[in-house]
């Protein structure tokens, strides 16, 4: 199907030509500075890890056990498919620079992996990680993602996210400084940011030297200090024809050399509370293709 987007599909298919490659959730255990004390206790108000670990992630697994058996649940489908360590849950970056490394270098030995991608925050990414990082991209395929949420510092603070803008902006500048693949990730619809504050952000973040950018719905998991705060005082939440107008109107905002892999997360059923769409991934992205495809 022809995409209307530079869309991550067609990206990371030139990046391994030779082979399909998979992504490898991995939960090696970390923590964040906003949960364990350093920054905060509570978390950002939104966090539930629960809505986006599989099965296999396991974090009392080793790296490489949680690896084979991702290998194994996705083989079935693709015999002949590489995979990339995604280091995902909670701050993969948080840790003294040498247990990175261990870690880090553990998944590359595994058979079939051929690299990692790192999702971590803005403020947890020292000079000395990055070096390390800088050499590690000139043997494998490294993506680091970062967590940016907003671009509004009132709204990163309302979040309890622990960071500001500005620590956003300096992580990826000095990340795409030293060469490595550099992505990022956005919420569309949280709590004080109405259709034109999520437009207003747009040619912001699309001035940051990113290669890939995520972009997620704003959904409210039972449990979170954002579901006390909808059921006391609950904000607008957007409706599938909502969130892809907006989105439309986001993209004609982004550079066209930006690459975007995604638009939703879609979180279990019994953990959410809002928005019900009833939509698996892919069918929310023919709805927003085919909205391009008619504009």
């Known amino acids: 199907m022809m995409m209307y987007y530079n869309d991550f599909g067609t990206w990371i298919r030139k990046q391994f030509p030779d082979f399909r490659v998979q992504k490898i959730s991995i939960d090696a255990g970390f923590s964040c500075p906003n949960r364990d004390g350093k920054i905060s206790s509570g978390g950002c108000t939104y966090c539930d890890n629960r809505t986006f670990n599989p099965s296999y992630c396991d974090r009392k697994k080793s790296i490489s056990e949680q690896l084979e058996e991702g290998k194994a649940f996705f083989s079935r489908k693709y015999p002949d498919m590489k995979y990339l360590a995604y280091f995902q849950a909670y701050t993969n970056t948080y840790a003294k620079v040498e ?14 992996v051929v690299g990692i991608v790192i999702g971590t925050r803005p403020d947890c990414m020292s000079d000395e990680l990055l070096d390390y990082l800088e050499e590690l991209n000139k043997r494998t ?18 979040i309890n996210r622990g960071h500001d803008f500005a620590c956003s902006r300096d992580a990826v500048e000095r990340t795409h400084a030293r060469g490595i693949l550099t992505g990022g990730h956005i919420i569309i619809g949280l709590p004080g940011e109405d259709a034109e504050e999520s437009l207003r952000q747009a040619p912001i973040i699309s001035s940051l030297p990113l290669d890939i950018l995520k972009i997620h719905q704003m959904q409210i998991i039972k449990g979170t200090r954002l579901a006390q705060e909808y059921a006391e005082h609950p904000f607008h939440v957007y409706s599938v024809e909502e969130y892809i107008d907006v989105i439309v109107r986001f993209i004609r905002l982004l550079r066209p050399d930006l690459v975007l892999e995604r638009f939703v997360s879609q979180s279990p059923k019994e953990l959410l509370v809002a928005p019900k769409w009833g939509l698996k991934n892919y069918e929310f992205t023919n709805l927003l293709n085919n909205r391009l495809k008619s504009r």
Do not use: H, K
Not at 99 to 112: F, I, N, W
Not at 141 to 158: M, W
């Open 99 to 112: 247990q990175l490394r261990e870690m880090y270098e553990e998944a590359l030995r595994v058979e079939d």
């Open 141 to 158: 395929f490294l993506l680091v993602e970062y967590g940016i949420e907003s671009a509004n510092d009132d709204t990163l603070r309302r």
